[in-house]
């Protein structure tokens, strides 16, 4: 059972910066093939500062810093045990090529169903851009199952 | 296709389907690295065997990222204000997965003019693996 005591939990900061080759090489796993997803010219062209980070891409952030990775060892969550449940995204500005953004992120519930069969851990994280500027607020549901 | 406005769109009105291609190693091989989720889960398949899973299955956020594109398909990103999705259930190797979107509000939120819309993606057998909403704000 993962111990109550890491609601409240605050994960040291992921500083991400945006680079255009790990953009395009998101489009191509992605299977994105529009312009302005792959070319900064056409990007400026299409009314962005540079080429877009994609709605979903923030998630780098603590995959690369290694602080994902650190939070399931410290709340002992085994990665085959794991499942994502729920994720959300509210944008509040834009993030470009160039960019550099940090994302801090805390523990704000951890509960469980079935008698504790699955257990589930809610991270709310800030993004916030190289001037300070809120630029997104994620919230992640992970899951832990016991079966 | 020209983007939607406000007033151009109609509560029902659906999105254009997005059509991926079903989900093979090599596309969660490139997916594990450019999102930086390396959990073996989704690239070896010795260890999700070893986790009692049949093979290696997409990520979560592979798929979410098509359905982001199915929204940015249809109006730009820059109108983009709030994307959730649940995860319902496992997307495996094989699966052929469809986003659908439909507008189902017209509203005003923070002094601008949004529609909300609801969102899902559904494999070649009619398995619903991801559903969810986005709000977007539109000229």
């Given at each position: 059972?993962?111990?109550?005591?890491?609601?409240?939990?605050?994960?040291?900061?992921?500083?991400?910066?945006?680079?255009?080759?790990?953009?395009?090489?998101?489009?191509k796993a992605t299977g994105e093939t529009r312009p302005e997803y792959l070319d900064a010219a056409a990007a400026r062209a299409a009314g962005y500062g540079d080429i877009p980070a994609p709605p979903t891409?923030?998630?780098a952030a603590e995959l690369d810093s290694g602080a994902s990775t650190q939070l399931l060892a410290d709340l002992q969550i085994p990665l085959a045990k794991l499942l994502h449940g729920e994720q959300s995204f509210i944008y509040h500005g834009p993030v470009y090529a160039g960019d550099t953004v940090t994302v801090r992120s805390k523990i704000s519930e951890?509960?469980?169903?079935k008698n504790g069969a699955l257990e589930f851990?809610?991270?709310?994280?800030?993004?916030?851009?190289?001037?300070?500027?809120?630029?997104?607020?994620?919230?992640?549901?992970?899951?832990?199952?016991?079966? | 296709m020209s983007a939607p406005s406000f007033d151009g769109v109609k509560v029902g009105d659906l999105l254009p389907t997005l059509q991926l291609p079903p989900v093979d190693r090599t596309m969660l091989a490139l997916f594990a690295g450019a999102s930086g989720d390396h959990n073996p889960i989704h690239i070896d398949t010795d260890f999700a065997r070893r986790a009692g899973m049949q093979d290696v299955f997409a990520h979560g956020m592979l798929g979410m990222a098509w359905i982001a594109r199915l929204?940015?398909?249809?109006?730009?990103?820059?109108?983009?204000?709030?994307?959730?999705?649940?995860?319902?259930?496992?997307?495996?190797?094989?699966?052929?997965?469809?986003?659908?979107?439909?507008?189902?509000?017209?509203?005003?939120?923070?002094?601008?003019?949004?529609?909300?819309?609801?969102?899902q993606s559904a494999n070649q057998f009619g398995q619903t693996k991801i559903v969810g909403e986005a709000l977007v704000a539109l000229p």
């Open positions: 059972m993962i111990d109550r005591k890491w609601i409240g939990h605050e994960l040291p900061a992921s500083i991400l910066a945006i680079e255009r080759s790990r953009l395009q090489f998101f489009a891409f923030l998630m951890i509960y469980d169903k851990v809610v991270k709310t994280s800030r993004a916030v851009n190289q001037r300070e500027e809120l630029v997104a607020e994620l919230r992640s549901v992970l899951v832990c199952r016991h079966e | 929204i940015t398909g249809w109006t730009p990103q820059s109108t983009l204000r709030r994307f959730d999705v649940r995860f319902l259930g496992i997307t495996h190797l094989g699966n052929a997965m469809q986003c659908g979107g439909r507008v189902v509000e017209k509203l005003e939120q923070n002094r601008e003019r949004c529609v909300r819309i609801e969102v």
